[in-house]
């Protein structure tokens, strides 16, 4: 991989790439990796509606946003495997067309817990997006709220819940690290339901830390004087605003004794919904069931758990199997392309989201950016549908894919 990785950046510096344009610019970044490195030598755009897919955004977020800060957002762990299987899963499908069906019409709207929302692409909860662009969470939700998506805040959200759900102008989603001290937990959960979020999606894939590889090479490279803007280290998730006021001496942001009891506990002290966030296994969709999640997320944390992972997508089959559509089921990993998003619908996802590339819009325009980005995967979203002659989300089945050839 690190040599097809070489390779790709020697035709992305080589006159033969420029020669190439947009295609070669696309071919790069499409069929690899995100990109760690400097962007491809193509021009960058120069407003968001200039762009003509979410890789365009890529070079210009790179260009805008800090090396250490950046780093963090492009990591994976360890190798960096898992980050490349979850885009590879894709290829690994192709779409089957289908031809004279009424298609003048397309309805990719969707309804989960009770809500409409136009669109099954959901915003996954991305930690701290003030560090990429200085209104954050807040343009985030107003590109949201003007193209009715829904957001899940993270724990760690740089902006507080209350805040965001007025921007949003609607409930969002809340995102729980449940911390190692399960009061604490509960006074999170508590706090995001005052504030109206109907939902809580409980990420449990990293339980007990992880070697963010890619993020400490940038920081290396960074020279600004992190502590102008950062607590000192290891209390950084802890001076954001979700745990003002909260006692976080001694406090981890996840537990690694948690088991599937917690649910239940959760449950005591919660109306929402609860959703398990980082499952990959059959086994462990069927056991949230049982448990009582109210639905799963499947995802790797963007491949920044385990690595040598398989990719989200080519977990999905089991997991389906195992749910039997009792509870939504949300994927997340790779997603990149309207053709993603059917591919994961085809395999019985509800929803699908995306966390990189809305940050590469909110990096190099912020809300118009994000809003950029939402419209382009839809846009891209309807036209795969019509190519498999799908008109809405429930005429998207396993028929409308194929394995590759
Ligand atoms: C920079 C960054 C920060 C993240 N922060 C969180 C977080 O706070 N909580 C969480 O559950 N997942 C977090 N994730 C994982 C995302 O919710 C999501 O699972 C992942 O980004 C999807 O993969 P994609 O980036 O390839 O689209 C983060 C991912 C990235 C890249």
């Known amino acids: 991989m690190n040599t097809r990785r070489a390779f790709l950046r020697f035709l992305a510096a080589s006159p033969l790439y420029a020669g190439l344009g947009h295609l070669g610019r696309s071919f790069a970044q499409t069929s690899g990796p995100d990109s760690p490195g400097p962007p491809a030598d193509v021009a960058l755009i120069a407003r968001a509606g200039d762009a003509l897919d979410v890789f365009d955004f890529e070079a210009v977020a790179h260009r805008n946003i800090p090396p250490a800060h950046w780093g963090y957002l492009v990591s994976g762990v360890d190798g960096e495997d898992t980050l490349r299987a979850n885009r590879d899963a894709y290829s690994h499908y192709q779409l089957q067309a289908r031809r004279m ?17 136009s669109s099954p692409i959901v915003l996954c909860p991305l930690g ?111 001076s954001r605003p979700m745990f003002a006021q909260l006692d976080t001496a001694g406090l981890q942001i ?88 059917l591919k994961a619908l085809a395999l019985g996802a509800t929803a699908v989201g995306i966390g990189r590339p809305y940050i590469w819009g909110l990096g190099a325009y912020g809300q118009p950016g994000v809003d950029r980005v939402l419209e382009l995967l839809n846009k891209e979203l309807m036209l795969a549908m019509v190519g498999v002659g799908a008109r809405n989300l429930q005429e ?7 394995p590759a050839a």
Request: a positive charge; proline letters at 4%; aromatic letters at 4%.
């Open 396 to 402: 998207i089945t396993r028929a409308s894919i194929v």
């Open 101 to 117: 069906v009424d298609v003048s019409r397309i309805d990719t709207s969707l309804e989960l817990f009770g809500t409409k929302f």
């Open 254 to 341: 996840a537990s690694s004794s948690l088991t599937w009891d917690f649910i239940k506990r959760l449950r005591d002290v919660t109306k929402m919904k609860i959703l398990i966030k980082g499952l990959e296994s059959g086994q462990d969709a069927g056991l949230a069931v049982a448990h009582g999640a109210d639905g799963i997320v499947v995802s790797n944390h963007g491949g920044r758990a385990t690595d040598t992972g398989r990719g989200t997508l080519a977990c999905l089959p089991d997991i389906t199997a195992a749910v039997r559509g009792r509870v939504p089921i949300i994927l997340d990993g790779g997603v990149r392309r309207g053709t993603d998003v």
């Open 128 to 238: 701290a997006q003030k560090a990429f662009h200085p209104e954050g969470e807040i343009a985030v939700a107003k590109a949201a709220k003007a193209r009715g998506h829904l957001q899940i805040l993270s724990t760690v959200t740089s902006t507080g819940v209350e805040d965001v759900v007025a921007a949003r102008g609607a409930p969002v989603w809340f995102q729980l690290y449940t911390t190692s001290n399960l009061d604490v937990a509960a006074k999170l959960v508590k706090r995001a339901e005052a504030a109206g979020c109907p939902a809580v999606a409980v990420t449990v894939d990293l339980p007990a830390g992880r070697n963010l590889e890619t993020a400490l090479r940038f920081a290396r490279a960074d020279t600004r004087t992190c502590t102008a803007c950062h607590a000192p280290t290891g209390s950084a998730p802890f």
